[in-house]
C-alpha cells in the first residue's frame, strides 16, 4: 500500500507541483502531530481536511478516533480523488476546490464543522486566493471552530493580520522531509478595550517574554 501510496503522489507531484507543494508524501510524524490537536466532535460536530492528498493525514485522524461518519476529505485532483475513496472508503470523500465548500459540503455540516486541517500549500498561492479559501473556512465553520494548517516554511503561511485571523504557532515536527510547523487560526473578534487595557496587556506580553 505504501508503494501504491509513493506512486500516486509523485504522479500528482509531476502533474501539478505547485498544488501538491512538497516533494515527499507527509510522514506519520507529521500526521499524528496535527492530528492530536483535533479534539474528538461532539454527535452534531464534524471534523473537514482540505487538500487530503494521498489520505497520510486521513489516516492518522481515524487512529486519533475521529468517527469515519463525521470526517469528510476534499480534494482537488481526480486522481488523488480516486485513489482516497479506495483507501478510506469509510469517510466522505468530495471532489473539488476548497474556495467552493459552501457548494460542496453537505447542508448538514454547514456551521457545524469543529476544526479544518489544511494541507493545503497556502504559501504558493496568492492573497487573493488565500482569500477567498479563508472566507469559505469561515462561511462553514463553527464561531468558535479552528483552522489547522502546516508548513515547511518559516513563519506563519498565512499573513493573518490580512484575513481576520489570530494565529498561533503549534510547534515543529522534525522527523518529516522536509521539518514542517503546525500553525493554529481562529477567526478573529476584536472587542473595544479601555487604553489601560492596551497597556496592561502589552506590560504582561513584554513581562511574559522576560523583557
Request: overall charge positive.
Amino acid at each position: 500500500m505504501r508503494n501504491n501510496e509513493n506512486v500516486v503522489f509523485f504522479k500528482s507531484l509531476l502533474k501539478a507541483p505547485l498544488k501538491t507543494g512538497a516533494f515527499f508524501p507527509s510522514s506519520r510524524n507529521l500526521a499524528s502531530s496535527i492530528s492530536s490537536f483535533v479534539n474528538i466532535p461532539e454527535p452534531d460536530e464534524y471534523i473537514l481536511e482540505i487538500g487530503a492528498g494521498t489520505g497520510r493525514l486521513t489516516s492518522a485522524l481515524l487512529e486519533r478516533g475521529i468517527p469515519g461518519s463525521q470526517l469528510i476529505i476534499l480534494e482537488m485532483q481526480p486522481s488523488l480523488v480516486k485513489f482516497l475513496r479506495k483507501t478510506v472508503p469509510c469517510v466522505t470523500v468530495i471532489e473539488g476546490n476548497a474556495t467552493d465548500l459552501l457548494s460542496l459540503l453537505p447542508e448538514k455540516t454547514i456551521g457545524n464543522i469543529q476544526t479544518i486541517v489544511s494541507g493545503i500549500p497556502m504559501v504558493n498561492l496568492r492573497l487573493s486566493d488565500q482569500q477567498q479559501i479563508v472566507t469559505a473556512v469561515k462561511n462553514v465553520m463553527k464561531p468558535d471552530g479552528t483552522l489547522l494548517q502546516f508548513t515547511y516554511r518559516p513563519g506563519s503561511p498565512l499573513p493573518s493580520s490580512k484575513l481576520g485571523l489570530d494565529q498561533r504557532y503549534l510547534g515543529h515536527v522534525f522527523l518529516n522531509m522536509p521539518p514542517a510547523a503546525i500553525w493554529e487560526y481562529k477567526t478573529a473578534h476584536h472587542t473595544a478595550l479601555h487604553p489601560a487595557s492596551f497597556a496592561f496587556m502589552n506590560h504582561f506580553k513584554f513581562k511574559r517574554a522576560g523583557l
